[in-house]
């Protein structure tokens, strides 16, 4: 309930849904497990001394007891082992929010050179379909759309759902085959080469093809966004270049790019008020007639014509023919002068061929000049510190201007530390509890003893199977954390009685760990044979759940081997020096310090 962003909204419903079934089961087996146990278990009886467990056992017990003479360098090791595990593995191990998951499909945006025209960009979206099923096979395209241009206002989408800055660009959706081979990022980089082989004048970018990646992308094409945000556009575009040529320099980066078009074809038209004015023409009547020439009326001055026999209206509008406007002196010759007058444009305007910002785009007011791009080889996380300091070599911005990272890096930064303050949180929170609960430091510190071991376990396990860090591995370790402090409480629960049933330290260890051999062993093997179907990962989409079964694996496997070899050194050291006086305050308690028999 602590935690921001995406953590909160997993964790939330998860806790709650833990914290429910806890509750009931508690309340089940303190009343319907025992009933049962009575009735079905009545007259069973089995051989205390034979039997492949309890063969183990005294196998185990010969191991524990040997353990337990080298308790301090044996809690030494394990200690030194895990700091050192952790230290070794924490970065090797990639983080991003959630695991790649090939959806068999992608989307790649097409860019030609701005100001093609849209006939063109098609015909450039045909190659490339062309281009696609030459790549990963004719046989492997299950079904293909496309979207070339802006949308027509008639056209029913949201530009929110689909975006375009102009006739130059266009929008492919690919959806391959199931047993299509050639997929996910070698597709990807095949496509890369061929296109700069057989279309090296269009850029391209590559984009999420799935819901998740689309919804943690949180408006940004890529993945990384870096937008150079000030007053200033020019001055923005200045300091986003050199941006640029540093983020060009790193090689994990693909299809880097701006993400407007900034030297869209324009015709600059100066017009000469005085001269204008002395023709009885003014700006606005001048403007007025180029825009009916070079677009359309439709906008400008909307004009609707009702059919008088069926009743329906249908919209005028005035455009000259584009074939007919195809020079700058065919619009110099453009008369611009109402009545009839044979005033032309290039009497009363200066034109002249430039270039201009195709598209503009806000941040809170100001505007914005940003660079786009995919990360191939590295995950989010590892590229992260080097796409940092690549804006970092950049310089200052300009006086006015920031500079913004996008995309899924502030919400990967957001989820990693709220999952990391979750994570620490769920251990203090047990420590307290366990504290309160035994009335003891020492027997809480001995409980909690076993988490570097999880963790330890669970970073190992990511990394023999190339998995990364994530939401979902996260998930995985707190679970693996609460099953290990559940089979250390058993331990040293058991202990702790023979304990106070007159045992040394030692002895009680070596009873503990005899007596919950079978409940942890059962425990553990139970959550890790359920965990493997989701571990191996079979089927469509599982890619999405399997770092959870391979985090519990992991850290449960290591907290079995901790537990049962270093939990029981823990508490001998810990108890050493332990009377049988609780630290209870309570003068009723017949075992606390400040009992008072009446």
């Given at each position: 309930?602590?935690?921001?962003?995406?953590?909160?909204?997993?964790?939330?419903?998860?806790?709650?849904?833990?914290?429910?079934?806890?509750?009931?089961?508690?309340?089940?087996?303190?009343?319907?497990?025992?009933?049962?146990?009575?009735?079905?278990?009545?007259?069973?009886?089995?051989?205390?001394?034979?039997?492949?467990?309890?063969?183990?056992?005294?196998?185990?017990?010969?191991?524990?007891?040997?353990?337990?003479?080298?308790?301090?360098?044996?809690?030494?090791?394990?200690?030194?082992?895990?700091?050192?595990?952790?230290?070794?593995?924490?970065?090797?191990?990639?983080?991003?929010?959630?695991?790649?998951?090939?959806?068999?499909?992608?989307?790649?945006?097409?860019?030609?050179?701005?100001?093609?025209?849209?006939?063109?960009?098609?015909?450039?979206?045909?190659?490339?379909?062309?281009?696609?099923?030459?790549?990963?096979?004719?046989?492997?395209?299950?079904?293909?759309?496309?979207?070339?241009?802006?949308?027509?206002?008639?056209?029913?989408?949201?530009?929110?759902?689909?975006?375009?800055?102009?006739?130059?660009?266009?929008?492919?959706?690919?959806?391959?085959?199931?047993?299509?081979?050639?997929?996910?990022?070698?597709?990807?980089?095949?496509?890369?080469?061929?296109?700069?082989?057989?279309?090296?004048?269009?850029?391209?970018?590559?984009?999420?093809?799935?819901?998740?990646?689309?919804?943690?992308?949180?408006?940004?094409?890529?993945?990384?966004?870096?937008?150079?945000?000030?007053?200033?556009?020019?001055?923005?575009?200045?300091?986003?270049?050199?941006?640029?040529?540093?983020?060009?320099?790193?090689?994990?980066?693909?299809?880097?790019?701006?993400?407007?078009?900034?030297?869209?074809?324009?015709?600059?038209?100066?017009?000469?008020?005085?001269?204008?004015?002395?023709?009885?023409?003014?700006?606005?009547?001048?403007?007025?007639?180029?825009?009916?020439?070079?677009?359309?009326?439709?906008?400008?001055?909307?004009?609707?014509?009702?059919?008088?026999?069926?009743?329906?209206?249908?919209?005028?509008?005035?455009?000259?023919?584009?074939?007919?406007?195809?020079?700058?002196?065919?619009?110099?010759?453009?008369?611009?002068?109402?009545?009839?007058?044979?005033?032309?444009?290039?009497?009363?305007?200066?034109?002249?061929?430039?270039?201009?910002?195709?598209?503009?785009?806000?941040?809170?007011?100001?505007?914005?000049?940003?660079?786009?791009?995919?990360?191939?080889g590295l995950t989010l996380g590892q590229?992260?510190?080097r796409i940092q300091a690549a804006i970092?070599?950049?310089?200052?911005?300009?006086?006015?201007?920031?500079?913004?990272?996008?995309?899924?890096?502030?919400?990967?930064?957001?989820?990693?530390?709220?999952?990391?303050?979750?994570?620490?949180?769920?251990?203090?929170?047990?420590?307290?509890?366990?504290?309160?609960?035994?009335?003891?430091?020492?027997?809480?510190?001995?409980?909690?003893?076993?988490?570097?071991?999880?963790?330890?376990?669970?970073?190992?396990?990511?990394?023999?199977?190339?998995?990364?860090?994530?939401?979902?591995?996260?998930?995985?370790?707190?679970?693996?954390?609460?099953?290990?402090?559940?089979?250390?409480?058993?331990?040293?629960?058991?202990?702790?009685?023979?304990?106070?049933?007159?045992?040394?330290?030692?002895?009680?260890?070596?009873?503990?760990?005899?007596?919950?051999?079978?409940?942890?062993?059962?425990?553990?093997?139970?959550?890790?044979?359920?965990?493997?179907?989701?571990?191996?990962?079979?089927?469509?989409?599982?890619?999405?759940?399997?770092?959870?079964?391979?985090?519990?694996?992991?850290?449960?496997?290591?907290?079995?081997?901790?537990?049962?070899?270093?939990?029981?050194?823990?508490?001998?050291?810990?108890?050493?020096?332990?009377?049988?006086?609780?630290?209870?305050?309570?003068?009723?308690?017949?075992?606390?310090?400040?009992?008072?028999?009446?």
């Amino acid at each position: 309930f602590f935690m921001t962003g995406v953590g909160r909204q997993l964790f939330v419903p998860l806790s709650l849904a833990v914290g429910f079934a806890m509750i009931a089961s508690y309340a089940l087996s303190s009343s319907l497990v025992p009933v049962l146990s009575a009735w079905i278990l009545k007259g069973a009886h089995g051989d205390p001394h034979g039997g492949l467990f309890h063969r183990m056992k005294r196998a185990y017990a010969a191991y524990l007891r040997f353990t337990l003479r080298f308790r301090w360098p044996l809690a030494a090791v394990y200690l030194a082992s895990c700091a050192a595990l952790l230290w070794l593995l924490a970065p090797r191990i990639g983080t991003e929010i959630f695991p790649n998951v090939d959806a068999g499909q992608f989307q790649v945006r097409l860019k030609a050179p701005t100001g093609t025209r849209i006939e063109r960009t098609e015909r450039i979206a045909l190659d490339a379909l062309d281009l696609i099923r030459e790549t990963a096979g004719p046989d492997n395209v299950k079904i293909t759309t496309s979207f070339v241009g802006v949308q027509p206002a008639s056209y029913p989408i949201n530009t929110i759902y689909l975006w375009t800055s102009g006739p130059h660009e266009a929008v492919l959706l690919v959806a391959l085959k199931p047993e299509a081979r050639l997929r996910g990022e070698p597709l990807k980089e095949a496509l890369r080469a061929r296109f700069r082989e057989r279309l090296p004048e269009v850029k391209i970018s590559f984009e999420a093809g799935d819901i998740v990646a689309r919804v943690m992308s949180f408006g940004s094409n890529t993945p990384v966004e870096v937008a150079v945000q000030g007053p200033n556009l020019a001055n923005n575009r200045v300091h986003a270049e050199k941006v640029r040529a540093e983020l060009a320099r790193l090689p994990f980066l693909r299809d880097l790019q701006y993400a407007q078009p900034l030297d869209y074809p324009t015709l600059q038209v100066t017009i000469d008020r005085d001269r204008a004015g002395q023709l009885g023409l003014t700006a606005a009547g001048v403007a007025r007639s180029l825009v009916a020439a070079t677009s359309s009326s439709r906008f400008v001055e909307p004009n609707y014509w009702r059919d008088p026999a069926s009743g329906n209206a249908f919209q005028i509008q005035v455009e000259i023919p584009q074939h007919r406007m195809s020079s700058l002196e065919e619009i110099r010759a453009l008369p611009v002068a109402p009545g009839g007058s044979r005033t032309l444009l290039g009497e009363v305007a200066g034109l002249k061929l430039t270039q201009s910002f195709g598209l503009v785009e806000r941040y809170n007011m100001q505007r914005v000049v940003s660079l786009t791009a995919n990360i191939s080889g590295l995950t989010l996380g590892q590229a992260v510190p080097r796409i940092q300091a690549a804006i970092a070599r950049a310089g200052d911005p300009p006086r006015g201007a920031a500079v913004a990272v996008r995309g899924q890096i502030p919400a990967l930064m957001e989820t990693i530390d709220g999952l990391r303050t979750g994570l620490l949180l769920a251990i203090a929170a047990i420590f307290l509890l366990l504290a309160a609960n035994f009335q003891s430091f020492r027997l809480a510190i001995a409980v909690i003893a076993t988490i570097p071991a999880v963790l330890a376990g669970v970073l190992l396990m990511l990394l023999v199977t190339g998995t990364t860090l994530n939401v979902q591995s996260f998930l995985g370790a707190i679970m693996a954390v609460g099953i290990a402090v559940a089979n250390s409480i058993l331990l040293v629960t058991f202990a702790e009685f023979n304990r106070r049933g007159g045992a040394k330290p030692v002895e009680a260890a070596l009873e503990g760990g005899q007596g919950r051999l079978r409940a942890i062993l059962m425990t553990a093997a139970a959550m890790i044979a359920g965990m493997t179907p989701i571990a191996l990962g079979i089927g469509e989409g599982s890619e999405q759940t399997a770092p959870l079964g391979r985090a519990v694996i992991g850290g449960l496997f290591a907290a079995t081997v901790a537990t049962l070899t270093a939990l029981p050194a823990f508490y001998a050291i810990l108890q050493r020096k332990a009377t049988l006086a609780t630290s209870s305050l309570h003068p009723m308690d017949p075992d606390g310090r400040n009992y008072e028999p009446r």
